[in-house]
């Protein structure tokens, strides 16, 4: 799974629309819906800094970047999210 892959199922675990997470994080709605819908297979060092940069979405770093999670380090995926707000 690449880098922009990754970034809807924060979203989602988020309850954001795209155009909520777009302004959220600094990105153009427009970026966004490419990434999404893969037209655009790589992000940029700025892009991805302002995702994980931004405080709400601090805790997805590791898990956007390498696709693994380390809870006992704050770093969880979208599916831990999820979980938390089940349970």
Same mark, same amino acid.
């Given at each position: 799974m690449e880098i922009v892959d990754r970034i #809807?199922?924060?979203?989602?675990a988020e309850g954001? $629309?795209?155009e909520d997470?777009?302004?959220?994080?600094?990105l153009r709605y427009q970026t966004l #819906?490419?990434?999404e819908t893969g037209?655009?297979? $790589?992000?940029g060092s700025e892009q991805l800094s302002k995702i994980t940069g931004h405080p709400r979405y601090k805790k997805y770093a590791l898990w956007l970047v390498?696709?693994?999670?380390a809870?006992?380090?704050?770093?969880?995926?979208?599916e831990?999210?999820?979980?938390?707000?089940?349970?």
């Open positions: #809807r199922p924060i979203r989602e954001l $629309s795209q997470f777009a302004v959220d994080v600094g #819906r490419m990434y037209r655009t297979k $790589s992000i390498t696709g693994e999670a809870p006992e380090s704050g770093q969880i995926s979208p831990i999210e999820q979980e938390r707000d089940v349970g």
